[in-house]
């Protein structure tokens, strides 16, 4: 009698004949190669390591800090360059000076570092020329942010970033004194002069005598817009933008005030002028050859033992002076050096005032626009 053979068992075999046909066809499926990550990743440069930025606060914001500007975005520039991590520190001026003027050990010195629109506080032969790196790229930059840096043939730093001034004005004040202004003209400066005066004044209460001003400013040790309306007589000059503000701002016995784009966002989160009539106009440049602006953001790169390691920081500089990071400093109130950018605050009038009136400053403390063509060769 044959042995009967369950129909269970009969498809178990059948299953194991086909395994048996098609394993050569499934292990070749199998041993396919998958396309590796490698291609999306960015090559690693030929240098990595730490860059160490400096990064001194000379030039006032408008919001925030540079530091946390660069620190927000630097990221992107780590990610297309593997290997290669930026260290920003915050340093006061003071500090700086002291490790650069008293001859610190170069292992205890930044690769970067802000430098100063007045001071020499980092000694020119520690920096790099950046000119060879730039040179065909200045004529996409702003002019005046390139006379802060160029001197002859050389470039002594990397202007990033723009600050400048504006005309607040209080017209609660001005409108009680029954004074218009029209602020969409400008004012010249016997005109000011005149309003200055008009509003300067003093309020006796009980024993006490109340100053009130026209207009007021600051000049400090590296903002000076002063020297857009000098010769005024009849000016409240502060050491400090803060005593300005306090009086503008705070106190409110300033009918107007020449100063930054902190003023800007000051205003704007200010409990004292929740409810004041505040308007901004361009500084006149009538009866003048030009405006003069201080507020000009510069790093230096100083003297690399290792050329791939200098390129790299060559790389991070034309990174801060791309587009999309030149529009990005209106995160903290500032204005780019590309032109290439164009407006950025053109759906904020007060900025977009101040950033229109850029283009009428000729002066800075390293000199003025109109020898950069000369010096650059760049049209």
């Known amino acids: 009698m044959k042995p009967k053979v369950k129909p269970f068992t009969l498809f178990l075999w059948l299953c194991l004949v086909l395994l048996f046909i098609l394993s050569p066809i499934i292990v070749s499926k199998l041993r ?7 291609p999306l990743m960015p090559d690693k440069p030929a240098w990595t390591g730490i860059i160490t930025i400096w990064d001194i606060p000379y030039i006032k914001t408008g919001t925030g800090s540079s530091i946390s500007w660069i620190n927000k975005h ?7 360059h593997p290997g290669v ?18 001859g610190a050990d170069r292992d205890l010195l930044p690769d970067i570092v802000s430098l100063s ?17 730039f040179k065909t790229q200045l004529k996409d930059m702003d002019a005046l942010a390139l006379a802060q840096v160029v001197d002859g043939k050389n470039m002594k730093g990397l202007p990033y970033m723009l600050g400048g ?6 017209t609660d004040i001005l409108n009680a004194k029954d004074i218009e202004i029209e602020t969409d003209v400008e004012i010249d400066a016997k005109t000011l002069e005149n309003l200055s005066k008009t509003l300067t004044y003093k309020v006796k209460e009980g024993k006490r005598e109340i100053e009130y001003y026209g ?3 600051y000049k400090d040790r590296y903002s000076n817009p002063l020297v857009n309306i000098e010769g005024m007589s009849s000016i409240k000059v502060y050491p400090s933008y803060y005593d300005a503000w306090e009086v503008f701002g705070k106190s409110k016995r300033s009918a107007m005030m020449l100063a930054n784009t902190r003023t800007v966002y000051n205003i704007r989160s200010s409990d004292k002028l929740s409810d004041a009539n505040i308007e901004v106009i361009p500084l006149s440049v009538l009866e003048r050859d030009g405006l003069f602006n201080d507020q000009i953001g510069v790093y230096g790169l100083l003297k690399q033992d290792e050329t791939e390691k ?7 500089f034309k990174w801060l002076m ?26 904020d009038f007060f900025m977009h005032t101040i950033e229109d009136s850029l283009k009428r400053y000729d002066f800075c403390p390293n000199g003025q626009k109109g020898d950069v063509a000369d010096k650059a060769k760049i049209e």
Not at 165 to 170: E, H, S, W
Not at 325 to 334: A, C, T, V, W, Y
């Open 74 to 80: 630097v990221r992107q520039f780590e990610k297309a």
């Open 322 to 347: 791309n587009n999309e990071i030149q529009e990005s400093l209106k995160e903290i109130g500032m204005f780019p050096v590309s032109k290439g950018t164009g407006y950025i605050y053109e759906d």
């Open 165 to 170: 001034y504006g005309l607040f004005l209080n």
């Open 310 to 316: 200098e390129k790299i920081c060559i790389e991070f």
């Open 215 to 217: 207009l007021c400013t």
């Open 85 to 102: 991590f930026v260290d920003i520190k915050s340093m006061t001026p003071e500090r700086a000076s002291m490790y650069f003027q008293q």
């Open 117 to 133: 629109p007045y001071e020499e506080i980092v000694p020119s032969d520690m920096l790099i020329d950046i000119m060879p790196y």
């Open 32 to 38: 396919t190669p998958i396309e590796p990550l490698e």
